[in-house]
């Protein structure tokens, strides 16, 4: 049995049912160069080709792993001819794909080592005490501040005090210092590890970061193929 051959020429509404899409949504991608620009019919409709359905297909697999913005700019840069910007903003995403899985391991790596909150018993230590502990100046410790590390103070000297969830957030700061990150890059780890509530809930949450990860490197092997067959139907 065979396939009936595809249409060639299509109506917006055509290609928007294909992805779900309202007409608006396609005319939208149009003005924004998702779509090249479509010649119109004697009474005044647009008129859509197999390029046009390509188009679309390939920026609907480019979104998942790429992200609409960036997506959106593949698809423009192709379509005015600039294959090199488009490759490029391919490898970029790429490149923090791969930023983002060498963070995840750092973390991973520092979780695993840092000191678990009940290991910790009940214990308040001051800056120096702290600073000691771990092999830090007390002065870089205060610095930490800026990545979330802000301990209580003691209300009737003013001085800093470190209880258990701090002694235990100072020790995943060091290991991530450590491994070169900074401490903007740190803080919205800080925020994770505290509003998972301990470094051991953190560590449930990783597999799922991992899972995110890969998932988004896997979209990004079908977004591939897919500017791969729209390049080859404009310049083969």
């Known amino acids: 049995m065979t396939s009936s051959p595809k249409p060639s020429k299509y109506r917006p509404v055509d290609l928007a049912r294909e992805h779900g899409l309202s007409t608006q949504a396609v005319r939208n991608y149009e003005a924004a160069g998702i779509l090249p620009a479509a010649d119109r019919s004697a009474s005044g409709y647009r008129v859509y080709t197999l390029v046009h359905a390509a188009a679309l297909r390939t920026f609907v697999a480019l979104v998942p792993g790429h992200g609409h913005g960036v997506a959106t700019a593949v698809l423009a840069a192709v379509n005015r001819g600039a294959v090199d910007e488009a490759l490029a903003l391919i490898d970029d995403s790429h490149t923090e794909l791969r930023t983002d899985r060498l963070t995840l391991d750092s973390v991973e790596r520092a979780v695993a080592q840092a000191v678990p909150t009940e290991d910790i018993a009940r214990q308040f230590l001051s800056v120096r005490e702290l600073a000691r502990r771990i092999g830090v100046e007390p002065t870089t410790l205060r610095s930490w ?13 003013g001085y800093r005090v470190y209880g258990p969830a701090d002694i235990r957030d100072a020790h995943l700061v060091h290991q991530l210092r450590r491994g070169g990150y900074l401490l903007n890059q740190i803080a919205p780890i800080v925020v994770q590890v505290r509003s998972a509530g301990s470094v ?32 080859d139907k404009l310049y083969a």
């Open 145 to 157: 501040e800026d990545a979330g590390l802000a301990p209580a103070r003691d209300p009737s000297t």
């Open 200 to 231: 051991e809930a953190l560590a449930q949450l990783i597999g799922e970061w991992r899972e995110r990860v890969n998932t988004r490197g896997r979209s990004m092997l079908i977004g591939a193929a897919a500017l791969q067959t729209y390049l």
